[in-house]
């Protein structure tokens, strides 16, 4: 159970503290928005009692995926409300960082078809607020969706602790850790095994075998 909010007549945002930074709110409230500021444990960004938006400019989404922090956040986001949405802001995502192109289009593709997430581009914060607005205004107005604050963090299960670690091999997605865990029942068994032994897991090919044995074989240098 969340915290209902009775709009005023206008279009209700909830925006969460740490985004007031970035002086969204006034943008927002130019559209002739209601806006709510809140600390909010899921989210950046609640539209309706279903739709919440999480928000990264090109910069936070690469150090998030390199650090896992936007999977945690986007698996807390589905498990609190039916349509979550990441918006993707800012250009030059390709060229911002010395991460491959390839692993790259890789998280994307994941967070879209593995998370279920669309992801929404903008070119600036500007934008941003007008894209937030409608499908705030279109929930509100016309589907009468009413507004809560709502979401909590939930603790995460041995299993998805496991997958987190898996996911962190070379060449290794969400759904390859599930189904390497599926295939051995650790994830100590699945640093035992050999090659061939990884080879036998769908998705799993030589190349990407090759990678995680390095990995966990090599030795830490200075």
């Known amino acids: 159970m969340g915290q209902k909010l009775i709009p005023t007549g206008k279009v209700l945002i909830v925006v969460d503290v740490h985004e007031s930074g970035t002086d969204i709110e006034k ?14 444990e899921v989210g950046d960004y609640i539209l309706s009692d279903r739709v ?13 995926i390199k650090d896992g ?4 956040q986007l698996i807390e986001l589905s498990r609190n409300f039916d349509s979550p949405i990441l918006v993707l802001e800012g250009n ?17 593709a994941s967070i879209v078809t593995d998370y279920k997430v669309p992801i929404l ?19 509100q107005e016309e589907l009468k969706k009413s507004v809560s604050i709502r979401g ?14 898996l996911a962190g091999l070379p060449n290794v997605s969400k759904i390859t850790a599930e189904r390497l865990l599926n295939h051995f029942g650790s994830p100590l068994e699945v640093f035992n095994a ?19 044995k390095s990995v966990l074989e090599s030795e830490c240098e200075d």
Do not use: C
């Open 69 to 72: 922090r936007l999977f945690s």
């Open 194 to 212: 050999s090659e061939n032994d990884l080879i036998e897991v769908e998705g799993v090919g030589k190349k990407t075998a090759k990678g995680i």
């Open 27 to 40: 943008l927002l409230a130019s559209y002739g928005a209601q806006v709510i500021l809140r600390s909010i």
């Open 52 to 64: 919440a938006v999480e928000r990264k400019t090109t910069e936070d989404f690469l150090n998030s």
């Open 152 to 165: 909590e963090k939930k603790g995460e299960t041995a299993r998805q602790k496991q997958e987190y670690l």
């Open 121 to 139: 581009t903008t070119t600036g914060l500007e934008e941003t607020a007008a894209q937030i607005f409608w499908i705030a205004k279109r929930e």
């Open 92 to 108: 030059g995502l390709f060229l911002r960082s010395k991460m491959h192109p390839n692993a790259i289009r890789g998280a994307i």
